[in-house]
């Protein structure tokens, strides 16, 4: 069964009184250790269908449904509830809290969710992603791939069923970049996460275990493999 669920999922936007169709008509279902990367060009729709398909935004019609709940049926409360709980977010500039510590970093949506020993499950997730030892230095003090992983710790914290990616490689080298691969590779595997990444490399969606082809707000091809 689907975890993630997007059902004719339309997004339009207003920009200077004129309609702009960031998603049209748009189905797709991702399952429970799957990997999916979405290609194309910028501007196609990649970005926004993740954000709808994390609930940071709502389709203007369809349905998108995380382990069977409509997202859009949930008051803010709920949909801040899910974000917390069933999802994690990994972006192309680490969107890391300068002033925190790694340790800190990775904490944070631990303790804005209430849940009780964030320092402990923060340090196991730092363990996971190959930075124990770094837990006091502050992001200025990191590589860049180093400071993805962080991201992806702090991603991982809660454990959430769905991941989303957008370009996690974008900034870093090729090697550097290819470890990250690796590590969204091994948690997929490892911890039945369905993860959906919006990419430009060749390299990373050769990994995935889904290709979607977008252009233009559609999906033009759906490769499995």
């Not at 972006?91 to 009780?116: D, I, Y």
Request: net charge negative; charged share 20%.
């Amino acid at each position: 069964m689907a975890i993630l669920s997007l059902q004719s999922v339309s997004k339009e936007y207003k920009s200077d009184g004129q309609s702009v169709h960031a998603l049209d008509g748009v189905t797709l279902d991702v399952a429970e250790g799957e990997f999916v990367a979405l290609v194309g060009r910028s501007g196609c729709g990649k970005s926004t269908l993740l954000h709808l398909a994390g609930a940071m935004d709502f389709p203007t019609s369809g349905t998108v449904l995380i382990e069977g709940q409509t997202t859009s049926d949930l008051d803010d409360a709920r949909q801040t509830q899910l974000r917390r709980t069933k999802v994690g977010f990994v972006f192309q500039s680490f969107q890391l809290l300068h002033t925190l510590t790694v340790q800190e970093n990775v904490e944070l949506p631990l303790l804005l969710a209430g849940k009780p020993g964030a320092r402990e499950t923060a340090l196991e997730r730092l363990r996971w992603v190959e930075l124990d030892g770094l837990e006091a230095r502050y992001p200025h003090q990191l590589s860049g791939g180093q400071m993805q992983r962080v991201a992806i710790a702090r991603a991982l914290a809660h454990s959430p069923r769905i991941l989303l990616a957008d370009e996690p490689t974008g900034n870093l080298d090729t090697t550097t970049g290819g470890v990250i691969l690796n590590l969204l590779l091994r948690l997929t595997r490892e911890q039945n996460t369905a993860t959906l990444m919006a990419t430009h490399s060749v390299e990373a969606a050769s990994l995935c275990d889904t290709l979607v082809r977008m252009r233009d707000g559609r999906i033009e091809e759906v490769t499995r493999r």
